[in-house]
């Protein structure tokens, strides 16, 4: 039987049910490079800093007045800190993963984790509406790194390609429940090529929308984007996997 038949039996029988067996449901769409000249991107450059610099002085004021340990702070001015921490990484984001990006870059990222998610056991949905969640490609980069290979020759890895998600609720999805659920995205790495993808954003009610940075190294500056898609494909399916029983207690009933 397919992998298609198999989607195909389990939707027919579990018709009008809400089933931890249903497999995930993922519509994937492209965005629009932020900057496209270098005018926009020095604009971000500044957003950038000056987020970063807000954050500084805030924790700065805020340890000098409740003392180094964050965690024992005062849950709102954790709160301020973390609000201030997500304003500078979405604005590293926007700068560092859209400069010099054009839109077919981020075309050709939607179209391979799309293809990449097809050869997992989830459903690759045809609109938003269809989709437990909904993946945005937001940016991509390719990165410097000194990471060694497994092998005996240990080649360094001096190239990761690197691709930025943005994953809300789509239409089968209640996203106050799903805030309340505690699904999260697995933070193990890849042993053998120290592929990974981090959470840089964690879904909250006031913000429901996990942001993540897939990354796959290559070997001597040979790095792919169409491997980082299966990174993140793959971490896709992890998560449907992790959190079958959260995912499904939060789907609507239709």
Known sequence: MTRFAVALALTLATAGLVSANEPLSVHVVGSTPKATTKEGEAQLKEKKDAALKAFNDLQGGLKKQY????????????????????????????????????????????????????????????SPAEADFVVQVVGRAKVETDELSSGSALVPKNSAAELVLRVGPGGRMNAAALAKSGAAWSGKKSFWNHADTVTAHDFTAEAPYWLLIARKPGTAWVSSYKGVAGQAAEAISQFGIDNADKVAAARTTK
């Open 67 to 126: 003392g180094k340990k964050i965690e024992a702070w005062p849950a709102d001015k954790q709160a301020e800190l973390g609000a201030a921490r997500d304003a500078f990484i979405e604005a590293y984001v926007d700068w560092f993963y859209s400069s010099g990006l054009k839109q077919k870059d981020l075309d050709d990222s939607v179209r391979e984790v799309s293809e990449a998610l097809g050869k997992k056991t989830i459903q690759v949905a045809t």
